[in-house]
């Protein structure tokens, strides 16, 4: 009586291992066509609220524009407001906000105060590692839901009543372009002295004080609400555009491992046939 054993040779994949990796590729192919329709019908819909909101930020910028403010520029206190969202899995679309942080702070004057205020836990994740000192503020739960005025208001009163007198700030966001391309942008902003010096402010009648006050600040809580608009949409197009590459690339790689499986098979399927051929040999001899 013989018994044949089958030995696997050291660092040979087995069936068992490619049937595992291939179901577990499979699952995770399902899972990123899942997302991908999912990110479809919220960037439809973050795409159409991107439309009433783009008259906030384009007419707070304009009035920056108009006035022709400026600041002095013996050491000003300087803000840095970075739109970002808690959630990732859509390219790079966060290190571009931290990217360009890092290039204008890099250039930069020394001995300039600042601080930097985070709207998202994906910027201040890249952003403390590099500027802890900095970090100033930060608001987290943002992009769980569609980000409304209420939410931007919430965050432009946080930032007034924090005791920082900022004289010069900048919002950085994503620009939506295309569906598979954004832009990262930064928008000034300016203190409530600031405007009040403009050289063409006088231009608008009945400019007191405080109606200059609460235009400031409505003016930086349209620009972050307009900002968060923009994010979202293009953190949607790109999550999309992602979870389709994913997809692709799964496929491809189900190919490959399906290719392997049924050569392996064939493989074993060969060399049990030998076995048994030369055992019916011997047994002859």
């Known amino acids: 009586m013989f018994v044949i054993f089958s030995v696997q040779v050291r660092g040979m994949v087995t069936l068992k291992d490619i049937s595992m990796r291939l179901k577990s590729i499979k699952n995770i192919q399902k899972i990123t066509k899942s997302m991908k329709m999912v990110s479809a019908s919220?960037?439809?819909?973050?795409?159409?609220?991107l439309r009433p909101a783009r008259p906030y930020g384009k007419g707070a910028a304009a009035f920056y524009e108009k006035a022709n403010i400026k600041v002095e520029a013996e050491l000003p206190k300087y803000l840095i407001i970075a739109l970002s969202s808690d959630r990732g899995l859509c390219g790079g679309i966060h290190s571009g906000i931290s990217k360009a942080i890092k290039s204008d702070m890099a250039v930069r004057a020394g001995g300039i105060e600042t601080k930097i205020v985070c709207v998202g836990d994906k910027a201040r994740g890249i952003?403390?590692?590099?500027?802890?000192?900095?970090?100033?503020?930060?608001?987290?739960?943002?992009?769980?839901?569609?980000?409304?005025?209420?939410d931007a208001a919430y965050i432009t009163q946080t930032i007034l009543n924090s005791g920082y007198d900022f004289d010069l700030g900048d919002i950085?966001?994503?620009?939506?372009?295309?569906?598979v391309s954004y832009q990262p942008t930064k928008q000034p902003v300016f203190s409530l002295n600031a405007i009040s010096a403009a050289p063409s402010i006088s231009v608008y009648d009945s400019l007191d004080g405080e109606v200059l006050r609460?235009?400031?600040?409505?003016?930086?809580?349209?620009?972050?609400?307009?900002g968060l608009k923009?994010?979202?949409?293009?953190?949607?197009s790109s999550r999309m555009t992602a979870m389709d590459g994913a997809s692709k690339n799964a496929g491809e790689i189900?190919?490959?491992?399906?290719?392997?499986?049924?050569r392996t098979r064939q493989a074993?399927?060969?060399?049990?046939?030998?076995?048994i051929i030369s055992g019916a040999a011997a047994l002859k001899n």
């Open 42 to 49: 919220k960037f439809a819909r973050a795409e159409r609220e």
């Open 127 to 150: 952003l403390q590692r590099v500027f802890r000192d900095q970090l100033y503020l930060s608001f987290n739960n943002v992009g769980k839901r569609p980000s409304t005025f209420e």
């Open 172 to 179: 950085y966001y994503n620009t939506f372009r295309t569906v």
């Open 214 to 226: 609460c235009y400031q600040e409505f003016s930086l809580a349209s620009l972050i609400y307009f």
């Open 230 to 236: 923009e994010g979202s949409t293009s953190e949607q």
């Open 254 to 262: 189900i190919q490959k491992l399906t290719l392997t499986y049924n």
């Open 268 to 275: 074993v399927i060969t060399r049990e046939l030998i076995e």
